[in-house]
C-alpha cells in the first residue's frame, strides 16, 4: 500500500517540487496551504488541497482523522516573503511557533508516524566562520538584532516544540536544517529589511545574458554553503522511508561556494555570447554576504544522502525547469507577492 503523506505549506517552492516528486513516486498525498494560486495548481494536478490555517487549531478539523505515515511542516513566516507594510513580529510567533504546536498537536491525535520539519539554518548566525563546517551537535547561536531575529527566535521555539513531542509522546520527528535553497521559482526577487530587491544571483544571470560586466563585491573569496532544491527532495524521500533517523540534520551542499566561484560559473552557463566573461572585483563595496559552511556526515550516515547536483548541475537544470515551465505558477505568485507588497 502506498504511504500516506500530508504537506503543510505545499503551495510554496519547496512545498510544490516536494509533491511534484512524491506523484511521481505515487505516494497518496494530501496538500494544504492558504494559497489560492496553490489550490488551483493542485486542482489540476488531482491532488487533494485543502486551505488550512495553521495558527486557527479549529481549521484542522477540515483535515482527515486518519493516520498518515508522514507529515511534512514546510509552513513557515520568514522575511524574504514579508514587506514592510505587512511586518509585525507577533505573526512570526502565531505562525512558526503556534501553528506549529498545533500541527504537532494534530499529529499526535491521529497517530502520525513521523513529522518532519523543515526549518532554516538562521539560528546558527552567531556561529558562522568563514570556512569552519559547522554540524549538528555545534548547537545555536541566534543573532538578536536584524530582521531575522524575531524568525530565528521563533523557528528556534518551534523546533523545541518538536523536539518536546517526540521526547513527551514519542512522536518520531526529523528536522531538516537548511541554508538558501536555490531552484527555479522564487529567486528573482525578495524581501530585504521590508523591501523589494532583485536577488544577487539573479542579478548575475540578468547580466551574464546580456554580456555585460558582473561585479563582486566585498571580499570575493568569502562564500556560502547553497543547496538544490532536488538534493533537498531527495532528502525528504530517504527521511520519509527510514525507519531510524531522527533528531537534526544538516540537509546541504556541505561545500564553502566563494562569491568568486559562483560569478564564474554563472558566466560561464548563462553569458550570451562567445566573448571572455567580463568579471570585476570591487572589495571596497561592502555586499552584506554571511559566510556559512555545514557538515553533512550525520545526514550522509544516518540517511543515507548525499548532494547530487554540483553549482553547474543545478545551473543548467534550472535552465531546463524554465524551459519546461512546469513550475511557471511560483513565478508568478511571486510576482503577485511583490505587487501586493
Not at 504537532?104 to 502520525?112: A, F, I, P, R, S
Not at 540517511?303 to 511557471?328: A, R
Amino acid at each position: 500500500m502506498n504511504k500516506k503523506i500530508l504537506v503543510f505549506g505545499a503551495a510554496g517552492f519547496m512545498g510544490t517540487y516536494l509533491i511534484d516528486e512524491l506523484s511521481k513516486q505515487n505516494y497518496d498525498i494530501t496538500a494544504t496551504d492558504i494559497n489560492e494560486a496553490g489550490e488551483k495548481y493542485y486542482k489540476g494536478k488531482n491532488i487533494p488541497y485543502i486551505y488550512v490555517d495553521i495558527t486557527k487549531q479549529e481549521e484542522f478539523e477540515k483535515l482527515p482523522k486518519e493516520k498518515f505515515d508522514a507529515v511534512l511542516h514546510l509552513a513557515a513566516f520568514q522575511p524574504a516573503n514579508v514587506s514592510a507594510k505587512n511586518y509585525d513580529p507577533k505573526t512570526y510567533i502565531n505562525v512558526n511557533v503556534i501553528g506549529t504546536l498545533n500541527i504537532l498537536d494534530y499529529c499526535k491525535k491521529n497517530d502520525t508516524g513521523k513529522i518532519i520539519y523543515a526549518s532554516s539554518h538562521r539560528n546558527t548566525q552567531g556561529l558562522w566562520v568563514d570556512n569552519k563546517a559547522i554540524k549538528e551537535e555545534d548547537g545555536r547561536s541566534i543573532k538578536y538584532t536584524g530582521e531575522y531575529a524575531m524568525f530565528s527566535i521563533s523557528e528556534t521555539a518551534a523546533q523545541d516544540c518538536v523536539l518536546h513531542y517526540a521526547a513527551q509522546y514519542g512522536l518520531s520527528s526529523i528536522i531538516f536544517r537548511l541554508p538558501p535553497v536555490y531552484g527555479f521559482g522564487p529567486h528573482t526577487e525578495i524581501f530585504k529589511d521590508g523591501k523589494p530587491i532583485k536577488t544577487g544571483f539573479q542579478i548575475f544571470i540578468d547580466n551574464s545574458i546580456a554580456c555585460k560586466p558582473l561585479e563582486l563585491w566585498g571580499d570575493a573569496n568569502k562564500g556560502r554553503d547553497i543547496v538544490y532544491i532536488k538534493d533537498v527532495i531527495d532528502a525528504f524521500v530517504k527521511a520519509i522511508n527510514s525507519s531510524t533517523a531522527k533528531g537534526l540534520y544538516n540537509i546541504t551542499s556541505g561545500r564553502y561556494l566563494t562569491l568568486r566561484e559562483e560569478a564564474e560559473t554563472i558566466a560561464k552557463v548563462f553569458w550570451g555570447d562567445d566573448s571572455e566573461p567580463i568579471i570585476i572585483e570591487r572589495p571596497e563595496k561592502n555586499n552584506g554576504m554571511d559566510a556559512f559552511v555545514y557538515d553533512i556526515t550525520k545526514a550522509k550516515e544516518e540517511l543515507g544522502w548525499s548532494p547530487q547536483y554540483s553549482f553547474e548541475d543545478m545551473l543548467h537544470d534550472y535552465i531546463k525547469e524554465g524551459k519546461d515551465n512546469k513550475f511557471g505558477y511560483l513565478v508568478e505568485k511571486r510576482k503577485t507577492m511583490l505587487k501586493e507588497g
